[in-house]
């Protein structure tokens, strides 16, 4: 069983990360990660420089994993078991970073799991506890859990899992939710930087203001990412396109409602809507990442209907 220390930077660390997200997002920089924060006059870096399993020294055991992007291993969500796998380092099992792991799940201490959306940027989740050990297949398997299960209380982390129902359930629920927030994260992350952090239609370069939209709904959290399925839109645009104001076609222009067009309202109108009609959309710099012309198509298809 950890100590008091070890468990007080544990419970700092993930309200320091759930500060940094409000102010960052949900993507968060490895910079800042590496940085880490101060507590009791020691900094305390939450990932290491070169590795996924990560002990500060001020800690008894590991504090995080980490996946990277098209790295050695085969890290993945089951969805068959509402589990994450995440590969051993190395094929020795009696590794001291393995060893650790195994160590946290006897003693039932949570971690953060940071799961690389593109290099250099992560997706933070936590508390996140080792659920399964498997040496045959070289892994360990992970669960989120509610932050709510490890924050209330000042008895020991071990405590929190002895005679609850079923942890299982609840950590299955949590974790399938993480993942849609991981594909959500990822998506919006790629195509925003595709776009090079501006709108399509109206070239706002405030991230903070700018969603991710997709061409058509794409509800499978296991499917790619992929830039083309979507367009780098402000809020005020995405909302538009969401309620078919207006539709990109298929050689790029927009094509603006025609109740839109001849409508009477203020400035915000004649300048977010009406004067965009006929223009052409910006576009990512690779032709790869192009919105897919059949989406468009599709959406537009669905767009006359609604006009």
Known sequence: MIGGADRSIRLAAFEWLTELRGGLGEVLPRATLLRGFEHEGSRIGLMSPAQGIWKPAACELPLSIATTVRGPYTDAFDQNTGRIRYS???????????????????????????????????LPAY???????????????????????????????????????????????????VQRRLHQAAFRDRVTRAYREMCALCRLRHPELLDAAHITPDLDPTSDPVVSIGLSLCKLHHAAFDRFFYAVRPDYRIEVRASILHETDGPMLIVGLQRIHGERIHLPGRTEQYPDPTRLERRYELFREAS
């Open 127 to 177: 508390p996140v506890f080792v659920v399964e050990d498997e040496p045959a297949a070289l892994r360990f398997s992970v669960q989120v859990d509610d932050i709510a299960a490890v924050s209330t209380t000042t008895r020991s982390f071990a405590q929190h899992a002895i005679g609850e129902d079923d942890p299982d359930a609840r950590r299955a629920y949590i974790t399938a939710t």
């Open 88 to 122: 051993y380092r190395g094929t020795d099992p009696s590794h001291r970073d393995n060893r650790g792991l195994r160590q946290v799940m006897r003693d039932r201490v949570p971690l953060v799991y940071f799961h690389a959306v593109t290099p250099g940027n992560y």
